[in-house]
Each structure stands twice: as structure tokens, then as C-alpha cells.
């Protein structure tokens, strides 16, 4: 039960005590009226022999007895109301600890992936990089009589598993580079991520949509925007099997203030819904949402495909 029900539910106590009072009031002014008491003095007097002249003491022991179970239920009331509201003001305070621990572990995150984006540039690039130049050389190379035949194939097979590995890394390092934290770079590079993706589904028809990044714009949410756009088409490319994807980024005012608006439609095949919930990337995405206080919804086209959009207070 929330605080605002607890002190609604006093409020209508008290106007309920109120109105018995004023019914009790009423209802002795009509008994000294009618002149009750005498009245049923000489009833019960006609029959002693019943007893039933000690009726009304039965009455007023009942009425007490009701009055003191009454109060004691109350009590008890007052104390589980009590409770659920320090319950409840707990659970609030865990709410905002669990959303500022999820900002924590997003941001350590793009730490991990920038160490990550670097170390895979700077170690495993410069090797790739020597094994092309030496295959290379033993490629060019093969115009000496003396070298062997095969020599010239097994270079030509180094210098193309390093350009596979080159270039799984590129992708790879695209993938993890950290979002940008500029309001221009944002715009940048959701567009280049947009594209980048494109290339790499030549087959759908893209409508995009997107504004420029408003340079009020927290990094988190700027991360957050790049983020979810990126996982969105990844799930996109992998489970969707869509022809056509509308991207739509846009700032709204309404009665919550001002909202950023993200929306992202296919015409897929659509999710089941248990994978709303305990999809990795579908949870993803709500994490970081709500770590902005935002709200997030998942669903089903009414025809076919998926929506997927959220809005988040700015």
C-alpha cells in the first residue's frame, strides 16, 4: 500500500468518524424526543419474569466488547500500514540504488570496451600487419629460381587468412569502440553506424529518420542513444529476416516534459514473447533505459515485425 493510499484511507476515517458522530447525534436528540427511556421502562416491566429488563445492560456489554475488538483490529491495521509503508519506502530507496549501480556497471562497461578496442589495435593489429608484410615478401619473392614451388602458395594463403583476421577484427573493433560523448559526434556516428550496417544488409530498405543530438545531452544518454540503436540492429540482422526497417530519432514535449523518442520498426518475423523478457539483448536495452528513468516497450506489429521504442526523460 502506498503513502498516498495510507493517508487517503486516514482522511475517509476521519470523515467517517465525523458522520457517526453526527448520526449519533441526531439520533439521541429523536430518542429525548420520543422519551425512549420511560417508554421502554414501562414495555419491560410487563415482562419481569423474562428478565428482559436487563436487555439494554446486555446491549451496552456488546456494544463494548464490539467497540474494545474494534479498536484492538484497528491497531493492528495501523501497525501493518505502518509497515508496508517503511517496506515500500525501502523498496523505493533499493529501486534508486539498483537503477545508480546499473549507471555504474554501464559506464565500467565502456571503460572495458575501449581497453579492449585498444589492446586489439595495438597488439594484434601490428602483428597482422607484420605477417601481411612478410607474406607478402615471400610472394614477391618467388622469381628466384632457388625458393620453392609451394612457397609462393603458402604466402598467398597467409596474406589471406591475415586479411580475414584483419578484417574480423576491424569489425570487431567498430563494434566495441566506445559511443561517442559529443552532441555532433553522436549525430556523426549513429549515422555511421547506420551505414556501416547497411552495407552489410544491402537487402533492406531503410527510412531513417534522425534528428541532431541536442548538445543538452548527458555522455549516458548519448551512449545510451548509440547503444541502442547499434543492439536493436543487431538483433535485427540476426533474428529479423526484414525487408524494411524505419530508424526514428526525435525530441517531444508533453505533460512528463521533454522526451527523446527512439522508435525502430521492421516488417520481420517477429519474437515470441517469453523472449521479451529473458532475451539477452532485449534486456540489455531495457537496463539501460531505465537507468535513465526512461521507459521502454517491445512488441509485436499488429501485421508483421517488431516495434521497438523508448522514451527518455531529458
Known amino acids: 500500500m502506498k503513502i498516498n493510499e495510507f493517508w487517503k484511507m486516514r482522511k475517509d476515517s476521519q470523515r467517517d468518524a465525523v458522520a457517526t458522530a453526527v448520526v449519533i447525534a441526531l439520533i439521541y436528540v429523536l430518542i429525548l424526543w420520543v422519551n425512549l427511556a420511560e417508554t421502554l421502562t414501562n414495555w419491560f416491566a410487563q415482562y419481569e419474569d423474562l428478565q428482559l429488563d436487563e436487555i439494554p445492560f446486555l446491549l451496552l456489554l456488546i456494544a463494548l466488547g464490539m467497540a474494545w475488538f474494534s479498536r484492538r483490529r484497528m491497531v493492528e491495521l495501523n501497525k501493518e500500514i505502518h509497515l508496508r509503508a517503511l517496506a515500500e519506502e525501502k523498496i523505493m530507496q533499493l529501486l534508486v540504488q539498483n537503477k545508480a549501480l546499473t549507471r555504474h556497471v554501464l559506464r565500467i562497461q565502456e571503460v572495458e570496451r575501449l581497453h579492449l578496442a585498444r589492446d586489439l589495435h595495438d597488439d594484434i593489429g601490428q602483428y597482422l600487419l ?114 524494411n526497417v524505419s530508424i526514428s530519432l526525435k525530441s517531444i514535449s508533453n505533460e512528463r516534459g521533454q522526451l527523446l523518442c527512439i522508435e525502430i520498426i521492421d516488417d520481420g518475423v517477429g519474437f515470441k514473447a517469453e523472449e521479451t523478457s529473458h532475451g539477452m539483448g532485449i534486456i540489455g536495452m531495457r537496463e539501460r533505459i531505465d537507468a535513465l528513468n526512461g521507459t521502454f516497450i517491445a512488441k509485436n506489429n499488429i501485421s508483421k515485425g517488431v516495434t521497438i521504442s523508448a522514451q527518455i526523460p531529458i
Open 130 to 243: 607484420a605477417i601481411r608484410l612478410d607474406a607478402s615478401a615471400l610472394n614477391l619473392s618467388k622469381k628466384d629460381q632457388n625458393l620453392h614451388a609451394s612457397t609462393s602458395l603458402y604466402a598467398k594463403r597467409i596474406l589471406a587468412n591475415a586479411d580475414h583476421i584483419q578484417a574480423m577484427t576491424r569489425a570487431l573493433m567498430r563494434r566495441l569502440r566506445p559511443a561517442p560523448t559529443s552532441s555532433q559526434d553522436c549525430t556523426e556516428a549513429i549515422s555511421i553506424l547506420i551505414k556501416e550496417w547497411h552495407e552489410q544488409q544491402p537487402n533492406i530498405h531503410l527510412d531513417i529518420n534522425v534528428e541532431a543530438c541536442s548538445s543538452l545531452f548527458t555522455e549516458q544518454i548519448n551512449i545510451t542513444i548509440y547503444r541502442f540503436i547499434q543492439e536493436a540492429l543487431t538483433n535485427i540482422s540476426k533474428h529479423a529476416d526484414a525487408l
